[in-house]
């Protein structure tokens, strides 16, 4: 009987084991989410005269224009814009995959599986992109802007939400009848 009351607390101590592993990876989220919500990447154009800034999951927060930019005529503008926002998107999902990879675990191998498929649809290699995220990682601050050129900005600050709306008076032709009968029962 001791031997199956020894596997028994052992069985319960792989329990805990497993419980603990979970409490300190959902203990992490609220750091991890703070993290995700605070993550911006920027990348500028090898002219300096575009330049993008994403947040998570690659949302576009930011683009700016120099004056050279502008007037180097719409295809040109275009294509340098498509190029600095596929780089911007791309840092995000680089930074985003690490942030996870930290508080989640390297089980699942995120970044490698970030990098990987960023190679590919790049055409770049892995390790070129692994330098970016280490290059990334230790400069988290914007591109410094050209003083050359003034920059122009292209999406406007985020507006604060509007007040919700006060409830209609009179509501409804439902609520009138519900009301009705309420009424009528006093």
Do not use: C, W
């Not at 920027?42 to 690659?58: I, L, R, Y």
């Not at 600095?84 to 699942?108: F, Y």
Request: glycine share 8%; hydrophobic share 40%; charged share 25%.
């Amino acid at each position: 009987m001791s031997a199956e009351f020894d596997q028994v607390v052992a069985e319960f101590q792989r329990f805990e084991a497993s419980i603990r592993n979970v409490d300190d990876r959902f203990a992490g989220l609220g750091a991890m989410q703070r993290e995700l919500t605070e993550l911006r990447a920027s990348a500028a154009s090898p002219d300096g005269g575009v330049t993008v800034t994403t947040g998570p999951g690659g949302a576009v927060l930011d683009v700016k224009f120099t004056a050279a930019a502008l007037a180097k005529g719409p295809q040109a503008l275009s294509t340098a814009l498509m190029a600095t926002l596929r780089e911007a998107v791309g840092a995000a999902a680089r930074r985003q995959a690490v942030i996870v990879e930290e508080h989640m675990g390297d089980d699942e191998g995120l970044v490698e599986r970030v990098l990987e498929t960023q190679a590919e649809a790049f055409g770049t290699s892995v390790e070129e992109l692994r330098s970016k995220l280490a290059e990334e990682t230790t400069s988290q601050e914007a591109p410094a802007a050209s003083e050359d050129f003034p920059e122009v900005r292209v999406l406007r600050q985020a507006d604060a939400p509007p007040p919700p709306a006060p409830p209609a008076r009179g509501g409804s032709a439902g609520d009138s009848f519900l009301r009705s009968l309420y009424d009528e029962e006093d």
